[in-house]
């Protein structure tokens, strides 16, 4: 299911299939229960189980334990998760609302799929979006895997015996070992699957606007050598024009579609991911007092600043190729076609002028400058703390 993702060759004569860009989301889907091409009763009460023991019970159990912890320094490493774990199961609800309108994405990116033909087109498809995929998902598989990684080895250096987080149980978890190990075993089992969520909810903007920024460039490559084939008659020049012009049509849809899915599950994320790298910092400079503390908290931040990066990175190339394409509109040879062509081309042109920059709630921008600004933020609010 996954080798059109984590491919490590160029495919070749392989078929162009930016559907398979999405293989691990929806693989991560199915691992939740959802999603999953089966009427069974037991897949429907595992999606009941994981609903309310994971999606629900576990920032409830988290979120009650804040009020419960001692000390401040209790306080803050249990913010960091619960934050964390909050905006995971809001982004989850957000996310499965809206896996209709995803499906009908991918619906229309197997149509542009189909319009890819040249050589060139299919070699670049391979080298800058299939990769580009594979390195977000490279990116954010070992990102987590460290993360929960350094959060096992925390729990295990530890002399005495506590939760991987400071929590709630409706029983003494310090009762006796049994008690103990189950209490522990539902946190590494519980956040294991919320990393599974997570992983679903941050790599589908990144990798929606990877796959759309290609598409863009590859219907700019397209639309620039029409009415350069000899063997071509100019009604022909002007049909393959008319499809560049419903190509970019099936664009615009997809970037409605995919600002509608991310509107607010990036808002969200910006929110929590600003809120995290702030509190992460002040845990890890004023209360952190062992090696392995050092090593997890660190992992964690790095982790909050991985969650934002590429889906910034490929929002602001997303829109740097839609402000490229009247240029390459430009560069077809419109001038010895028909008087419809041209007509074509100039509606088509001012089209293509319109501005597009995917949002996160109509409020921040996904681009490069919202990433340092939200950095910016969690040191404004870092400075702030640090002076009460």
């Given at each position: 299911?996954?080798?059109?993702?984590?491919?490590?060759?160029?495919?070749?004569?392989?078929?162009?299939?930016?559907?398979?860009?999405?293989?691990?989301?929806?693989?991560?889907?199915?691992?939740?229960?959802?999603?999953?091409?089966?009427?069974?009763?037991?897949?429907?009460?595992?999606?009941?189980?994981?609903?309310?023991?994971?999606?629900?019970?576990?920032?409830?159990?988290?979120?009650?334990?804040?009020?419960?912890?001692?000390?401040?320094?209790?306080?803050?490493?249990?913010?960091?998760?619960?934050i964390t774990d909050v905006a995971c199961s809001t982004k989850h609800y957000l996310f499965r609302?809206?896996?209709?309108?995803?499906?009908?994405?991918?619906?229309?990116?197997?149509?542009?799929?189909?319009?890819?033909?040249?050589?060139?087109?299919?070699?670049?498809?391979?080298?800058?979006?299939?990769?580009?995929?594979?390195?977000?998902?490279?990116?954010?598989?070992?990102?987590?895997?460290?993360?929960?990684?350094?959060?096992?080895?925390?729990?295990?250096?530890?002399?005495?015996?506590?939760?991987?987080?400071?929590?709630?149980?409706?029983?003494?978890?310090?009762?006796?070992?049994?008690?103990?190990?189950?209490?522990?075993?539902?946190?590494?089992?519980?956040?294991?699957?919320?990393?599974?969520?997570?992983?679903?909810?941050?790599?589908?903007?990144?990798?929606?606007?990877?796959?759309?920024?290609?598409?863009?460039?590859?219907?700019?490559?397209?639309?620039?050598?029409?009415?350069?084939?000899?063997?071509?008659?100019?009604?022909?020049?002007?049909?393959?024009?008319?499809?560049?012009?419903?190509?970019?049509?099936?664009?615009?849809?997809?970037?409605?579609?995919?600002?509608?899915?991310?509107?607010?599950?990036?808002?969200?994320?910006?929110?929590?991911?600003?809120?995290?790298?702030?509190?992460?910092?002040?845990?890890?400079?004023?209360?952190?007092?062992?090696?392995?503390?050092?090593?997890?908290?660190?992992?964690y931040f790095i982790s909050m600043a991985i969650e934002l990066l590429p889906a910034c990175y490929?929002?602001?190339?997303?829109?740097?190729?839609?402000?490229?394409?009247?240029?390459?509109?430009?560069?077809?040879?419109?001038?010895?076609?028909?008087?419809?062509?041209?007509?074509?081309?100039?509606?088509?042109?001012?089209?293509?002028?319109?501005?597009?920059?995917?949002?996160?709630?109509?409020?921040?921008?996904?681009?490069?400058?919202?990433?340092?600004?939200?950095?910016?933020?969690?040191?404004?609010?870092?400075?702030?703390?640090?002076?009460?």
């Open positions: 299911m996954l080798k059109n993702v984590f491919i490590f060759k160029p495919a070749g004569n392989a078929a162009v299939d930016s559907v398979a860009c999405f293989d691990i989301f929806w693989m991560c889907w199915k691992l939740n229960g959802i999603a999953v091409n089966s009427n069974k009763w037991y897949i429907t009460l595992y999606d009941i189980a994981v609903n309310i023991f994971i999606t629900i019970f576990y920032p409830i159990h988290l979120t009650v334990g804040l009020f419960m912890v001692p000390t401040l320094a209790d306080v803050f490493k249990n913010l960091a998760i619960n609302y809206k896996l209709p309108k995803i499906r009908e994405l991918q619906r229309l990116l197997k149509q542009l799929d189909e319009r890819v033909l040249a050589p060139n087109e299919r070699e670049y498809f391979d080298k800058k979006i299939r990769l580009g995929v594979r390195n977000i998902m490279l990116l954010f598989c070992a990102s987590y895997a460290a993360d929960a990684l350094a959060s096992a080895i925390d729990v295990l250096s530890k002399n005495e015996r506590e939760l991987m987080y400071p929590a709630w149980f409706p029983f003494d978890w310090s009762a006796n070992r049994f008690t103990y190990y189950g209490a522990v075993f539902y946190q590494i089992f519980g956040v294991s699957l919320q990393i599974v969520q997570n992983l679903a909810h941050d790599t589908f903007a990144p990798v929606g606007l990877c796959v759309i920024s290609g598409q863009v460039r590859l219907l700019a490559m397209r639309v620039s050598k029409v009415g350069y084939d000899e063997s071509k008659s100019l009604a022909q020049n002007e049909q393959e024009l008319n499809e560049c012009i419903e190509d970019h049509k099936k664009l615009l849809r997809i970037f409605d579609l995919m600002q509608d899915v991310f509107w607010y599950t990036q808002l969200v994320q910006f929110s929590s991911v600003g809120l995290n790298i702030c509190l992460t910092v002040v845990f890890l400079l004023l209360f952190v007092d062992n090696l392995f503390g050092y090593v997890y908290y660190t992992v490929y929002g602001s190339n997303m829109q740097e190729e839609f402000q490229n394409l009247p240029y390459a509109i430009f560069k077809c040879n419109w001038i010895p076609q028909r008087r419809g062509f041209q007509q074509n081309l100039r509606i088509f042109t001012e089209l293509s002028h319109k501005q597009l920059t995917p949002t996160a709630g109509g409020i921040i921008n996904i681009h490069l400058t919202s990433f340092v600004a939200t950095c910016k933020m969690a040191y404004s609010l870092y400075t702030m703390l640090m002076n009460i």
